[in-house]
């Protein structure tokens, strides 16, 4: 999501009228509203990030009350989602990439999403991210199934608004380059089975074939021949590993 966007002077403008407006069609007396607010656990390493997603969520056409917890390390949010009652939030926006949490092994917002998913398991998970990559996308589809998932420079803050009233009417919201990645790969899906894509991920880290069994719990043999079929798949039946890594990142896979 544009940065820009959050002192979009415009916009606020725009809202705030419509706001006026809408307060002078239908008065409400304030003990009259009683709609409950929203508790909002946001995980995110740039605080602006977060300070702007506060201030668009305050224009929700609902007239929904948003209240927010905010964290920007994976260490702060780990002891936060245990120590919690497990009914405090409503939703989780995490950020895919934060600064990790070697004493747990949490390197990623994807590994925080399972502890939410043990200790706030009412939350719904909304994932915000940098990333583009087709692979990366559709292995958080796949993975976590979060009821939101949003490249951040792929939505507006009007776009936000839209994507929150769909996720607290309980349906799941994909930004258009989500969308786009899992259509594209839903036709490779049968060539690039889960373990398939692992191979891929896996050497794209630079681990080597004869070691993969430990991080896959499959044969050596069973692997080569995976391995085989990723090849025809990116066309580089000739080539060595180093191929398969540099057409997967020209496809947008890793």
């Known amino acids: 999501m544009n940065l820009n966007l959050f002192s979009n002077i415009n916009f606020m403008a725009t809202r705030e009228k419509e706001?006026?407006?809408?307060?002078?069609?239908?008065?409400?007396?304030?003990?009259q509203r009683m709609i409950p607010a929203v508790q909002i656990l946001m995980i995110d390493d740039h605080p602006s990030q977060i300070e702007g997603y506060k201030?668009?969520?305050?224009?929700?056409?609902?007239g929904i009350k948003v209240e927010t917890t905010a964290c920007f390390n994976c260490e702060t949010a780990y002891h936060t989602i245990i120590?919690?009652?497990?009914?405090?939030?409503?939703l989780v926006f995490l950020?895919?990439?934060?600064?990790?949490?070697?004493?747990?092994?949490?390197?990623?917002?994807?590994?925080?999403?399972?502890?939410?998913?043990?200790?706030l398991p009412t939350a719904k998970i909304v994932i915000l991210t940098s990333h583009s990559e087709t692979?990366?996308?559709y292995n958080i589809v796949k993975k976590i199934d979060p009821i939101g998932l949003l490249v951040k420079s792929?939505?507006?803050?009007?776009?936000?608004?839209?994507?929150?009233?769909?996720?607290?009417?309980?349906?799941?919201?994909?930004?258009?380059?989500?969308?786009?990645?899992?259509?594209e790969f839903l036709a490779k899906e049968s060539?690039?089975?889960?373990?398939?894509?692992?191979?891929?991920?896996?050497?794209?880290?630079?681990?080597?074939?004869?070691?993969?069994?430990?991080?896959?719990?499959?044969s050596l043999s069973a692997i080569e021949k995976r391995k085989s079929q990723v090849k025809d798949y990116l066309c580089?039946?000739?080539?060595?590993?180093?191929?398969?890594?540099?057409?997967?990142?020209?496809?947008g896979f890793v």
Not at 163 to 177: N, P, W
């Open 55 to 62: 201030v668009i969520l305050e224009y929700n056409t609902q």
């Open 236 to 251: 580089v039946e000739k080539g060595g590993d180093e191929d398969i890594v540099r057409e997967a990142r020209r496809l």
């Open 135 to 137: 692979f990366l996308l």
């Open 154 to 183: 792929d939505f507006s803050a009007d776009d936000l608004l839209v994507a929150f009233d769909i996720m607290m009417g309980g349906e799941h919201y994909h930004s258009q380059t989500v969308k786009q990645s899992i259509k």
């Open 83 to 90: 120590s919690s009652n497990p009914f405090a939030f409503d």
């Open 95 to 119: 950020d895919r990439s934060m600064p990790p949490y070697p004493d747990k092994n949490i390197t990623t917002g994807e590994d925080l999403a399972s502890v939410i998913k043990q200790f």
């Open 191 to 218: 060539y690039l089975d889960h373990y398939n894509r692992q191979i891929i991920i896996l050497l794209a880290q630079g681990i080597k074939t004869k070691n993969m069994p430990a991080y896959l719990n499959m």
């Open 19 to 31: 706001e006026q407006a809408r307060r002078q069609r239908f008065p409400v007396h304030v003990h």
